[in-house]
T-cell receptor, first 112, second 113 residues
Framework: QQQVKQSPQSLIVQKGGIPIINCAYENTAFDYFPWYQQFPGKGPALLIAIRPDVSEKKEGRFTISFNKSAKQFSLHIMDSQPGDSATYFCAASIVDGNKLVFGAGTILRVKS | NAGVTQTPKFQVLKTGQSMTLQCAQDMNHEYMSWYRQDPGMGLRLIHYSVGAGITDQGEVPNGYNVSRSTTEDFPLRLLSAAPSQTSVYFC????????????FGPGTRLTVT
C-alpha cells in the first residue's frame, strides 16, 4: 500500500512547456514534503521541499503547490528544458521521525 | 567530501549466495538508511539506523540484515539471495531529525539469477 500516490507514471513535454506532477497522501502526521530528482545511473537528489503551513514554494524554475485540505501537492517545472529529463519522486516525512516515504516516481522527458 | 559511497556498483549473484553491500558516509550524519528501487514502485525503505548500535526495520526488511558499528558505515547483508531481490539498492544518510533531506549514494545494481 503506497502511502504517497504519484501521477502520472510518465510525461513527455516540449521544451518550454510546464510539466505538472501530482501527489496525494493520507497520513496527516506527515509534516514535510520533499521532491527528489534522479538522473539515469545516479542516486536521487533533493530538489525542493515544502512544509504544510505554506501553500507554495518556488526555487528557480521549480514550484511546489500544496493543498493541505485536499492532502495533495504538486511539482511544476516552468520553461522546461531537455536537461530536466529525469525521474521525479515526491516524498513525505515526519520531521521528528526517521522515515521518508516515496511515491512511485514520474519519468519526465522534455523534447527539444 | 566524498559524500555517500557504495560498493560494488554492479553485482551478479546466484540464488542462495550471500553478499554484503557496503555503504559509507563522511558527513558525520547520524541517520543512515537502505532503499531498493524497482520500476513503478519508487524507493522502498529496507532498514535504517539513527546512530551507531541502533537499527530498525523499514517497509521491506525480509531477507536483509544490517548493523551499524560506526557512524560512517552501514553495510547491508543478503543472507541467501533470491531472484526477488534483483533491484537497484541505494544507501542514504541525513542529519537526525532532517530525514526529508537525504543524501543518496550512486547505487548498486544487483541481479540474482
Amino acid at each position: 500500500q503506497q502511502q504517497v500516490k504519484q501521477s502520472p507514471q510518465s510525461l513527455i513535454v516540449q521544451k518550454g512547456g510546464i510539466p505538472i506532477i501530482n501527489c496525494a497522501y493520507e497520513n496527516t502526521a506527515f509534516d514535510y514534503f520533499p521532491w527528489y530528482q534522479q538522473f539515469p545511473g545516479k542516486g536521487p537528489a533533493l530538489l525542493i521541499a515544502i512544509r504544510p503551513d505554506v501553500s507554495e514554494k518556488k526555487e528557480g524554475r521549480f514550484t511546489i503547490s500544496f493543498n493541505k485540505s485536499a492532502k495533495q501537492f504538486s511539482l511544476h517545472i516552468m520553461d522546461s528544458q531537455p536537461g530536466d529529463s529525469a525521474t521525479y519522486f515526491c516524498a513525505a516525512s515526519i520531521v521528528d521521525g526517521n522515515k521518508l516515504v516515496f511515491g512511485a516516481g514520474t519519468i519526465l522527458r522534455v523534447k527539444s | 567530501n566524498a559524500g555517500v559511497t557504495q560498493t560494488p556498483k554492479f553485482q551478479v549473484l546466484k540464488t542462495g549466495q550471500s553478499m554484503t553491500l557496503q555503504c559509507a558516509q563522511d558527513m558525520n550524519h547520524e541517520y543512515m538508511s537502505w532503499y531498493r528501487q524497482d520500476p513503478g514502485m519508487g524507493l522502498r525503505l529496507i532498514h535504517y539506523s539513527v546512530g551507531a548500535g541502533i537499527t530498525d526495520q523499514g517497509e521491506v526488511p525480509n531477507g536483509y540484515n544490517v548493523s551499524r558499528s560506526t557512524t560512517e558505515d552501514f553495510p547491508l547483508r543478503l543472507l541467501s539471495a533470491a531472484p526477488s531481490q534483483t533491484s537497484v539498492y541505494f544507501c542514504a544518510s541525513s542529519r537526525h531529525g532532517d530525514s526529508y533531506e537525504q543524501y543518496f549514494g550512486p547505487g548498486t545494481r544487483l541481479t540474482v539469477t
